[in-house]
C-alpha cells in the first residue's frame, strides 16, 4: 500500500495521544496520505489536501452513518444535494444576520448569570460568584456552561435541566471520538440519545399545540415541499443543536485563555487593545482547534498525492494538521494573532482559511453564533478580570485526539 511509512508511530498510540502534532508534522512531511492499519483509515495532513477533500463530492459524509446516525439520528450531515440545502434552511435563518443578532442579548445575559451564580444547577458547582481573586477552572465553571445556556435559550429548554443535557451531550462527543469502538463508550451514547428523545417527545407535543418563538417551535411549524417534520426529524435537528456547538465553544474558549495566560505580555496587549480579541479567537482555532478531524467516506477510487485511495474507504481529514502546515502559514507552530497570514474577518466564513469549522456544504452552521459567545465571554472576562493569572506553576494538560482541548483551565481571577 502507498503511502506507508513504517516509522511513524501508530495513530491510536501513548506517543500521538501525548503530541499529535509532531505526528502530523511527520505526516505532512513523510506521508501526507498516509494508511492507519489499526483505525483502516486514510490520514490526509496538509492544508491543501484536506482543502480539496472538504470540498470534493468523492469524499462524502457516508462515513457518519456508522460515527453519528447511532445516537443522532439522519442528521444534517449525512445529507447533501437538495435535500441537505432545504433542511439546513430551515435553521439557518437562526444563526446569521438579523436572525443571529437578536441572540447577542441573550449571550449578554448568560454570561452575567453564570458569572454571578444566578442561574440554577443541580451539581451544586454553582455556589458563590465569580470574583477577582478567586481559583476557578475556566473550562468547567464557566466554558462548558455557556453555549449550553444560550442554546436551550434558542430551544426554548429550560437551564435547569443542565447537568442532563451535559451528561447527554457528554455521551455523544464521546461516541463520535470513539475511535477504538470502546463497546461501554458505544452503548452510553446510544442510551443518552434513548433519554434525551424520551425527553423532548412531550416538549415537542406542546409546541405542536402552542408554538412560540424558540427554535424548536420553527421546526414544528416548518413545511418542506408542503410536508411538516416529523418527531423525529425534529429530534435529530436539536441533538445536533446541543451538540454541535457546545464542547467545542467551551473548550475553543479555554483554549483562547490558556495561550493568552501562558503569555503574560500577550494577555496584556490583547486585555489593553481590544481590537486584538477577534484575531485571538480565530487564531486560537487555527492553532488548537476543538474538533481536530473529521471523517469522510470515498465513493470511487481518488488519487491524492499519487496515492489511490479505494472506493469505501474511510478518510480521517485532520483540520488540527492543516492548520499547522507550513506551506499554508508562517511560524505555523506559533500562536500569533498578529499573523497576516490568516484573515481574521473570513475565518467565522466558509472561505477554506483555516479548518476548525470545516469546510465546503457542511461549514459549521455555528460558527457566528460561536464568535458571538467567545468575543462577548472573552471581553467581559477581560473587563472584569484584567488581572487574572494561571493559578498553577505547571502549565495546564492538553488531551484528547478526535476533540482536544486543555483538561481544565485552573485560573486566578
Ligand atoms: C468553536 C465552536 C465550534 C466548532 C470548532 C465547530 C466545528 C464544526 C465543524 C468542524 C463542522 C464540520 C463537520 C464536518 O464537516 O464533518 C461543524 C458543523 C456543524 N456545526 Fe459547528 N462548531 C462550533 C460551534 C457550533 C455551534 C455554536 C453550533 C450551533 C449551535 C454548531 C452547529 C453545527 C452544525 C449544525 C453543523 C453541521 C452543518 C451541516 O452539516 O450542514 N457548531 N462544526
Known amino acids: 500500500m502507498a503511502g506507508v511509512a513504517t516509522t511513524l508511530p501508530r495513530f491510536l498510540s501513548e506517543e500521538v495521544a501525548e503530541d499529535p502534532y509532531s505526528f502530523y508534522a511527520r505526516l505532512r512531511t513523510e506521508s501526507p496520505v498516509h494508511y492507519d492499519a489499526d483505525l483502516g483509515c486514510y490520514l490526509l495532513s496538509r492544508h491543501a489536501d484536506v482543502g480539496a477533500a472538504y470540498k470534493d463530492p468523492r469524499f462524502s459524509t457516508r462515513n457518519y452513518e456508522v460515527h453519528l446516525e447511532p445516537v443522532f439520528g439522519r442528521s444534517l450531515l449525512q445529507m447533501d444535494g437538495i435535500e441537505h440545502s432545504r433542511k439546513r434552511a430551515l435553521v439557518t435563518p437562526y444563526f446569521r444576520g438579523k436572525g443571529l443578532a437578536a441572540w447577542e442579548p441573550v449571550i449578554a445575559r448568560n454570561i452575567a448569570a453564570i458569572l454571578d451564580r444566578s442561574v440554577g444547577s443541580a451539581t451544586g458547582l454553582l455556589a458563590g460568584r465569580f470574583r477577582a481573586g ?35 451531550y457528554s455521551a455523544h462527543v464521546a461516541f463520535l471520538g470513539n475511535l477504538a469502538r470502546d463497546p461501554d463508550i458505544d452503548a452510553a451514547g446510544r442510551a443518552a440519545t434513548s433519554e434525551l428523545w424520551d425527553y423532548l417527545t412531550p416538549v415537542i407535543a406542546e409546541r405542536r399545540r402552542a408554538p412560540g418563538e424558540d427554535l424548536i417551535s420553527a421546526l414544528v411549524v416548518a413545511e418542506v415541499d408542503g410536508e411538516q417534520l416529523g418527531d423525529a426529524e425534529i429530534k435529530t435537528h436539536v441533538t445536533q443543536l446541543l451538540n454541535a456547538g457546545s464542547e467545542t465553544t467551551g473548550k475553543a474558549l479555554a483554549g483562547l485563555f490558556a495561550h493568552l495566560l501562558a503569555d503574560r505580555e500577550l494577555y496584556e496587549e490583547v486585555r489593553d487593545d481590544r481590537d486584538l480579541v477577534v484575531p485571538a479567537i480565530s487564531e486560537t482555532l487555527r492553532y488548537t482547534p476543538p474538533s481536530q478531524m473529521n471523517g469522510r467516506m470515498t465513493t470511487v477510487d481518488v488519487d491524492v498525492d499519487g496515492v489511490t485511495i479505494p472506493a469505501g474507504s474511510l478518510v480521517m481529514l485532520l483540520m488540527a494538521s492543516a492548520n499547522r502546515d507550513e506551506r499554508r502559514f508562517a511560524h505555523a507552530d506559533r500562536f500569533d494573532p498578529r499573523r497576516t497570514d490568516l484573515d481574521h474577518v473570513k475565518a467565522f466564513s466558509a472561505t477554506g482559511e483555516h479548518f476548525a469549522f470545516g469546510w465546503g456544504r457542511h461549514f459549521c452552521l455555528g460558527a457566528m453564533l460561536a464568535r458571538g459567545e467567545l468575543l462577548q465571554a472573552a471581553s467581559v472576562l477581560l473587563d472584569r478580570f484584567p488581572e487574572m493569572r494561571l493559578a498553577d506553576a505547571v502549565p495546564p494538560r492538553w488531551a484528547g485526539l478526535k476533540m482536544r482541548s486543555v483538561e481544565a483551565l485552573r485560573v486566578t481571577l
Open 134 to 168: 478567586d481559583t476557578v477552572d475556566l473550562l468547567a465553571e464557566f466554558g462548558y456552561y455557556l453555549p449550553v445556556y444560550v442554546i436551550t435559550d434558542m430551544l426554548g429548554l429550560p437551564h435547569s435541566d443542565y447537568d442532563r443535557f451535559l451528561a447527554w
